[in-house]
């Protein structure tokens, strides 16, 4: 009986929708939420455990025991017919999470979409839906590097969103104006030692990438202003461009980094040292700095393609250095030479870089050439 049952089960796997986690969309669920019908990836399952039985009953395909009148109830209903309830007003601005987001982005669409249900009753989504926010968020100071909360606005112009922030409760005047469109959000995730619930603001200023680090105590709270931003950026692109579908829309509207962390940097001279600096690619913009919560990075080179005198090669010519993973990263301006601490580490980054140096640029990353070249 309980071999039959699960080979039901494992049957129903094939079944249109079933095959991919209901949340996540990771393939190969090995979980499903009995009262729900829904069939889980284990990260996903997780999260709904955390929900209550009240809300989800998961059990495993593969190590716990069913009976038959579980196994009919979840037949009749399976991943399209849960996300055509749970997801019928999913805002085209949501971003799924993945395997790469951190947990706090995962748990929180997880709560929002079977506990809250914010997206069968989308008046239930206005603490983010409307591009429009304000509240308090601990930000980083530039200088002094501490922590301090901060009353932060989102506001719609004439002609875009922008974000604010004050220093004082009762300041009128912003001590910053962001405006929206080069404003770039991704979690923090461990960046922010003191709290998981972090995130990274990225914006052009006098030709440079300034970075701001911001947390709330409350996970529901970051991931809020993460959507209400996206929401804010995807209403103006949609004024913008009334021709484009929403999926078009939504596209890049943040964008996360494609490679962030510690490499050594030999200086200009062939006889210089090595400085050890965090790393970030940006798509094409790298950015490299002192600290990973540096304000703004000590250096930021775009990556174009390969025809325009970008490379990237193993080693280094004429270079004497006991480090081993050492790499050189070639633009028209200038050679950079790199060292990774691993072999591992090494060709993630001229992966990364060859992937890049083969893909054309868009009219958006010959923008952002533009904009780093009026810098220098
Ligand atoms: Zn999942």
Redesign the pocket.
Known sequence: MADRNRATLLELLNKPGNNV?A????PD?EWVSVNLGAF??P??AGCHRNLGTHISRVRSIKLDNWEDDQVQAVAELGNEVVNQKYEQFLPAYYKRPTKDDPELLRSEFVKAKYSRQEFIYPDRQTAYCSGIKEGYLYKRGRDDKGFKKRRFCLTRKLNGHSLLYFIKEKDTAPKCEIDLDSVNVVFAKDKIGVNPNGLQITYFVNGQTRSLFVYADDPKEIVDWYYAIRAAKFEWRRIAHPQQDETELAEGLTTDFTLEGWLQKMGPRKTDGFKKRWFTLDNRKLMYSEDPLSPFPKGEVYIGHSDGGYGVTMGARDVRSSMVYVFTLNTPERDFILSADTREDMDQWINAFKEIQTTEPTSQDLRLLRMLNNNS
């Open positions: 986690c949340d996540c969309k990771s669920p889980l990836c990260e996903c």
